[in-house]
């Protein structure tokens, strides 16, 4: 097969679902349909990244069976090809806060429970200063310490948002002493970012995409981010503890419920300050449904983190709005 041309006929196309690290493409060949995954170059890094992604799909290949097949990966110009999987997008027919088809339930615990039992010496190798298996504190320092990253980096052009928006000047003060409370647990390779846009439901099974920030980490992360994307019903985030707590080796799943909360006011604290920045950006040249949409689910993610700051949920979607305008009237744009 011509890698290349592949490529190029993929960089050509009118039709992909972009994520924020990623353009996906799928193209036919003479062999079928497959996805041609291209990196954004003009992404901002905004999550804790240690491996590549195509490093990580070979490691979890003998572990995890709903995963994509990786065919091919090139270095110059960056991409991968991996196997088409036709199917649904869990978010196109269960949204965010809606009750999911009680079998993705069930697969969502099987991958967790299939990535902890991978083994170190099976995963890509690691940075050097990574904490050490069992070190969840500092585990959970390095997640807080892009979080803090992310905030200085925007710090000055976000100046008046991050006031008006209730963002304080020193935002994981209030998660930074508990870190060396967290109990240890044995690290595993987590997914780190399963939400509804990374499910593809086919023939009754979840299959699981996007494996760009994978991690070698706490396994309670896991399912606290899951949790925080996720934004289950409250009985099915209950069922999905409950089957977690059940599936997975008990050192995997050992200590008590301020560990998960530790992990979920952070999460709350990064998508505050990710997603103003993420979403300012998404707002130029956005249509007025768009900016509705856009203003009113960040209004929502920044009255769940002004919770964790101790402040009410005052934000709503026109002040959201009316704070955003100055900044989004000041960015060049281009139809």
């Avoid at 497959?34 to 990196?39: G, K, L, Y």
């Avoid at 003998?62 to 196997?83: K, M, N, T």
């Avoid at 002493?177 to 023939?203: C, E, Y």
Wanted: proline fraction near 7%; charge should be negative; aromatic fraction near 10%.
């Amino acid at each position: 097969m011509n890698w290349l041309e592949l490529y190029e006929r993929a960089r050509e196309s009118d039709e992909s679902a972009a994520g924020y690290y990623n353009r996906n493409v799928g193209v036919w060949t003479a062999e079928g349909k497959v996805n041609v995954r291209i990196p954004l170059a003009a992404a901002d890094t905004m999550d804790v990244r240690v491996w590549r992604e195509e490093e990580v799909l070979a490691c979890i290949r003998p572990y995890v069976g709903q995963a994509p097949e990786l065919r091919y990966v090139s270095p110059d110009p960056r991409f991968q090809v991996h196997h088409f999987i036709e199917g649904r997008v869990l978010d196109s027919f269960s949204p965010r806060g809606s009750a999911v088809p009680a079998h993705v339930i069930g697969d969502v615990v099987g991958v967790m429970d299939q990535l902890v039992r991978i083994p170190l010496e099976k995963a890509p190798a690691l940075p050097a200063d990574w904490p050490a298996s069992g070190d969840c504190g500092g585990f959970g320092r390095r997640l807080a310490a892009l979080t803090q990253q992310v905030y200085d980096t925007h710090r000055d052009e976000y100046a008046a948002v991050f006031e008006d928006f209730g963002i304080p000047a020193e935002p994981l003060a209030v998660v930074e002493p508990w870190w060396d409370g967290l109990t240890s647990r044995p690290f595993a390779v987590l997914h780190s970012d399963l939400h509804r846009k990374n499910m593809i439901v086919s023939g009754g099974l979840t299959w699981f995409l996007d494996w760009e920030l994978a991690l070698w980490g706490d396994p309670l992360y896991e399912i606290g981010i899951h949790f925080h994307k996720m934004d289950y019903p409250d009985g099915q985030r209950d069922e999905v503890l409950r089957q977690w707590r059940a599936r997975l080796p008990a050192s995997s799943t050992a200590g008590p419920a301020a560990d998960l909360d530790l992990y979920l006011a952070h999460e709350r604290i990064k998508s505050a300050i990710v997603d103003t920045v993420r979403y300012s950006k998404q707002l130029v040249g956005a249509d007025r449904a768009l900016r509705d949409f856009l203003t009113g689910r960040l209004a929502r993610k920044l009255n769940v983190a002004r919770a964790v700051w101790g402040a009410p949920p005052e934000m709503t979607r026109e002040r959201v709005d009316r704070t955003l305008a100055p900044w989004v009237e000041r960015q060049p744009w281009t139809p």
